[in-house]
């Protein structure tokens, strides 16, 4: 079974700064997904970011972009010029390739601040 | 497109009586998942349909727990014999899949239970 892993319940940054949340994952597969998903308080969860296993490059999606080392099985997200929206809980998530259907395993989240 | 939506937001209920929460996927969206997440914790994956068919289930997901998707639309979880331990968040989510490999899900806001 595929276990994910974020060591950091809490994170705070300044806004306009940069801060890097932390997520490992384990696996024997070699097809699967990376997902960073943000749930805002009282809010639904929405993806930030995805990475592709398959895909050396690491993934941008505008001031987000993730540090993926597939032989570390470490996948971390970096928020550049961090904003007061950017407060919320984080999660890190995986979903098995090939065959899946698209169950995802979570990893424990990271509460992150923002301060104005 | 309204988005994911689930109804009540909010359940209160006391132990021993039985819940119902429905889920309104994305209307085109043939892929339906239910989670569960408790308090400061990742969600957990209870079960998933395709169309109108349950293809699996978590062992999380006592004999206590039934979900259905009659037509392929909306889907049903109940609880019967609600103990403490159910209270949780329960999300939704769907997605569309229409080709092998990714595909995006899109949850709900969830319907959080508590059990007195």
């Known amino acids: 079974a595929q276990t994910v892993t974020q060591s950091q319940p809490e994170m705070s940054v300044q806004e306009a700064e940069t801060v890097t949340l932390s997520c490992t994952y384990d696996?024997?597969?070699?097809?699967?997904?990376l997902f960073w998903y943000k749930q805002p308080p009282s809010r639904q969860m929405i993806l930030v970011i995805r990475?592709?296993?398959?895909?050396?490059q690491n993934a941008t999606e505008n001031r987000f972009s993730v540090n993926f080392q597939k032989a570390a099985k470490s996948f971390s997200l970096k928020i550049s010029d961090s904003q007061l929206g950017d407060a919320a809980m984080y999660f890190c998530a995986y979903e098995s390739g090939g065959t899946s259907y698209g169950k995802l395993t979570f990893g424990q989240g990271t509460i992150l601040t923002v301060h104005p | 497109d309204t988005g994911v939506s689930q109804d009540p937001r909010h359940k209160i209920t006391k132990r021993g009586q039985n819940v119902t929460f429905r889920c309104d996927p994305i209307?085109?969206?043939?892929?339906l998942y239910w989670y569960r997440q408790t308090l400061g914790q990742g969600p957990e994956f209870l079960t998933y349909f395709q169309n109108e068919a349950q293809l699996e289930k978590s062992r999380l997901l006592s004999d206590r727990f039934s979900a259905e998707r009659p037509k392929g639309s909306f889907s049903t979880l109940e609880i019967q014999r609600t103990e403490q331990g159910d209270s949780a968040m329960y999300l939704c989510?769907?997605?569309?899949?229409?080709?092998?490999?990714?595909?995006?899900?899109?949850f709900g806001p969830g319907t959080r239970l508590t059990v007195l």
């Open positions: 696996t024997s597969e070699s097809d699967y997904y």
């Open positions: 209307s085109e969206h043939n892929r």
């Open positions: 989510a769907s997605s569309l899949a229409e080709l092998a490999g990714y595909n995006e899900q899109f």
């Open positions: 990475q592709e296993a398959y895909k050396q």
